[in-house]
């Protein structure tokens, strides 16, 4: 995320000074010192940019529809999950306080509305049970020689998408039996099955590391969903078109795969490097230079800090090695660490699997995945926006 001078600031915003300065009082704004000159400030490119978008209320409707795309206002009416006064809210509820007791499983019933007389299990039933059979059996087949957590993920998924009914139609009920069969059978792909353990434990399991069962329970929690973040839109569009709910997971998971998404703990790894080589501060200031993203530091939503990663970093002793970039992109950039530098530096501290951060977006997220997948199975109408043209000119 780059910073602006003030003047950049003002000819984006076509506002006066005393507006812009406003606007960082109200926090709408981030602003920091310029290393350069301590006199003179500098504003955050993406806050800068959502407000320039949102500022008119009287824009075209393509206009609205173009700033929504990207960091602008909300394109979907949800009840799912929302970030509001700094805080990640899970229908209602603080994400944080879930994640000082509560299992994925739990939240999963938080966030798909199961009623009461389901919440003693999350253990598939009746044609579900076959569904999910024969999704195994399928997956163990073709994943027989695919050695990466991902591919299996894939290919497990894929397996279910191609067979599975199309979501649309079917009552809330049958669709959230569904979900907890989709959920089992990525699961299965990746983690030996163990009778009434729970994804943390059988993770823990999986991975030798016992001691770090509560930690990856609480990121499980943490990372269960997020407003309309690409992957959960992806997933959504999916559905609306009546796919099942599998293929719309598969999509979610398809989205998440990229740099920019689920792979962002794997830049801060990237950076941890290149400061071991070159100094920190060195890597940190020649990072901001090229305006390379600083990964895992910084979060649009959370202009105070992210509090995910306040609450996952306070219950583990933080690696030595990443306790020096916290110190340094804060002093320089006024950045603070997302829960991608979190699951990083649990990783890091428990001698988790390199896939590890991936693994643990992909589990969690599919939560949350699946809860829009079932919300927007029930609003029945399909997602289509329309393109703002830029191209060659076209007659009348």
Sequence with gaps: MGWLTATQALRLLAVRPQTLYANVSRRRIRARSDPKDPRRSLYHEADVLRLARSRSGARKAERVASGAIEWGDPILPSAISTVANGRLWYRGEDAVLLAETRTLEEVARLLWEAPPESQGSMQPAGIERAALARARERARVATATVASPLSRMFVALGCRAGEDPPSYGRAPAVLRTEAVGVLATLADSILPRRDGAALHERLAMAWRRRPAADLLRRALVLLADHEL??????????????????????????????????????????????????????????????????????????????????????????????REPLAVVEELAGERPNIDFAVAALTQAFRLPAHAPLTLFALARSVGWLAHGLEQASAGHLIRPRARYVGVPVGP
């Design 229 to 322: 973040n690409a992957s959960t839109f992806a997933a959504r569009v999916t559905v609306s078109t009546g796919a099942s709910l599998a293929s719309g997971v598969l999509a979610g998971l398809s989205t998440l795969s990229g740099p920019l998404h689920g792979r962002a703990s794997a830049g801060v790894f990237e950076m941890l490097r290149a400061g071991t080589r070159a100094g920190m501060s060195a890597t940190v200031r020649e990072w901001l230079q090229q305006g390379r993203p600083l990964s895992g530091f910084g979060h649009p939503l959370y202009p105070d800090g992210d509090v995910r990663a306040k609450a996952l970093l306070g219950e583990f002793a933080v690696p030595a090695a990443f």
